[in-house]
């Protein structure tokens, strides 16, 4: 007898469109966005197919590395990355997902790029980062008209054109930020970062900082202290002459995940450098970059969670244990119809987010209110969700999950990372009340618009009710921050599932989450949940051929 025979082991997810998932097609009906489901379509089948997978794989495989030298002993500072690195921004960048919906006139931009975005990062989230600075200078930049007008048109170009040369010479730019200093971190106003000004009106800038990813982008929105306070710089890799500007690379940092982005210490020696907005008010024009990262963080969360229940579903359909396939196991349908409720629920108030940025954007103020407070809401609550979901998720996979080629390690130690980057868990819980401190109307926005879907669900009744109480208390609310702004998403997210989603995924999830008939890990559904439609909503379709 061989013992070698395989049998029991799960076809690999692959050769099947990633887009065609009801949460992700519910969401562009809402937004009556149907004009991009062609292409959605072919990027799914893309994001899906052996090829697009390779590369993912290669990227993470074989991380960038550093050159600080050349031969010669010239000063370079310059990043090479593996070739699948270079396909996946050549798509990314294609697809308009950096900061082409900026200057579209199509309908619903913002939002056609979120879900284009949210089907396509699953392939490598590491890409995406320089992706998504891309798409958020564009905004922050525009406080100063002169140097928008002069790198917008690289800034939105759908053509990736890499390496270092003169902006102006180039088919299509990339964007970075460089906020981070060693005695800060996000606190950014402990920054000793300097900015001088010169006779011609440019800045030179002096000082360290300690956390700058894809350094090979063609420029950076940069923090240093000028004579009026706290401001927002550009920095251009390469000078309008050709030199190089000083910027350099001290090291690569080693990190837990995120392994094909290249994350980076800069040192800034009389760095040439252009104001951006007014001296003093920095943190007021960064914001702008800032929020659109935020916008992606909480996509990309969504997105792990949507891509860990697809392979658990994939799995469980394919794979037996004591007699019976795993989905038909009534334990591990509850576990995987909870995982996809969470991964639902987040995909939902990630795109709401997204199209509400089209409604501000077009100058509508209430959408801006309501845009402001539920952004830093949901960037807590969704990207605090990932991690325990990936490890849900890995675990539907046994043994399975936990070595290398099955992916759920990387999936894994990639889902801190979106709840760290653009401030962490404690930042964005704040951010939220300094959001209601600063703009009351923010918070009115919000009650207003998790209330329209009042009398529709009594567990949803109560939880707005009860979040309101949670308000009363002002004084013990920066102690209660985490648990009042987790509320609040929560309750966010119920609105939108009983007002938009599917009524069993709905059902569930006000049951659970805010009638709090729930234990604390996944699977803990209670009984009379319709566990059969949810599974089928997350579970992937491969084509035949």
């Not at 251009?236 to 994350?263: E, M, V, Y």
């Not at 089928?536 to 084509?543: H, I, M, N, S």
Request: proline share 5%; charged share 20%; aromatic share 6%.
């Amino acid at each position: 007898m061989s013992t070698h025979l395989v049998t029991n082991q799960v076809p690999e997810l692959v050769c099947y469109d990633a887009a065609n998932t009801p949460s992700i097609l519910d969401a562009v009906h809402r937004a009556d966005a149907d004009h991009v489901l062609d292409e959605l379509h072919r990027v799914g089948r893309l994001a899906g197919s052996a090829e697009a997978i390779e590369w993912g794989d290669r990227a993470e495989a074989h991380p960038p590395t550093l050159r600080t030298h050349d031969r010669y002993g010239n000063r370079i500072d310059e990043v090479d990355y593996d070739p699948a690195y270079h396909r996946l921004m050549t798509e990314a960048v294609a697809l308009g997902l950096g900061g082409t919906p900026w200057t579209q006139s199509t309908p619903n931009p913002h939002f056609v790029r979120a879900v284009k975005m949210a089907v396509w990062s699953q392939v490598d989230a590491g890409h995406s980062c320089p992706i998504s600075m891309t798409y958020g200078a564009v905004p922050a930049l525009r406080a100063n008209p002169d140097l928008a007008a002069l790198y917008e048109p690289g800034l939105t170009s759908t053509v990736y054109d890499p390496g270092l040369r003169t902006p102006q010479s180039k088919a299509g730019l990339l964007a970075g930020m460089s906020m981070t200093e060693k005695q800060g971190g996000s606190d950014v106003r402990a920054n000793t970062t300097t900015a001088t000004i010169t006779s011609d009106g440019t800045y030179r800038i002096t000082g360290h900082k300690w956390f700058t990813s894809a350094p090979m982008c063609d420029v950076f929105l940069v923090l240093a202290q000028a004579p009026g306070g706290l401001s927002c710089f550009l920095v251009p890799r390469i000078l309008p002459d050709g030199t190089r500007n000083t910027f350099a690379l001290q090291r690569l940092k080693d990190k837990l995940g995120n392994r094909s982005n290249a994350s980076s210490e800069v040192e800034y020696d009389n760095t040439v450098a252009w104001l951006v907005g007014d001296e003093g008010r920095g943190v007021r024009t960064i914001i702008e970059m800032v929020n659109m990262t935020r916008l992606d963080c909480t996509l990309g969360s969504a997105s792990s969670m949507r891509n860990g229940v697809a392979q658990a579903a994939h799995h469980a359909n394919h794979r037996t244990a004591f007699g019976a396939t795993l989905i038909d196991q009534p334990l591990m349908r509850n576990v995987i119809a909870d995982l996809a409720i969470e991964a639902e629920a987040a995909t939902s108030v990630g795109l709401w987010l997204a199209d509400l940025t089209d409604k501000s954007a077009a100058g509508d103020s209430e959408a801006d209110a309501l845009r402001r407070i539920s952004l830093a809401v949901s960037k807590y609550y969704v990207c605090k969700r990932a991690p325990i979901h990936a490890a849900e998720a890995l675990e539907c996979l046994g043994g399975n999950g936990y070595v290398e080629e099955s992916r759920m390690p990387r999936l894994y130690r990639e889902a801190p990372l979106m709840s760290i980057w653009e401030g962490s868990g404690n930042v964005a819980a704040l951010d939220a009340l300094r959001a209601m401190a600063k703009q009351p109307e923010t918070l009115t926005a919000f009650l207003d618009e998790v209330k329209v879907a009042a009398g529709a669900d009594a567990h949803l009744d109560r939880a707005i009710t009860d979040l309101e109480n949670q308000f009363n208390d002002v004084d013990s609310l920066q102690h209660r921050a985490r648990r009042v702004v987790g509320q609040m998403a929560q309750v966010l997210q119920g609105s939108l599932l009983v007002r938009h989603g599917h009524p069993a995924v709905a059902d569930a999830f006000t049951v659970s989450r805010l009638g709090r008939d729930h234990g604390d890990v996944f699977g803990t559904l209670p009984t009379g949940i319709d566990t059969a439609a949810i599974v089928e909503r997350v579970t992937p379709k491969l084509e035949t051929r």
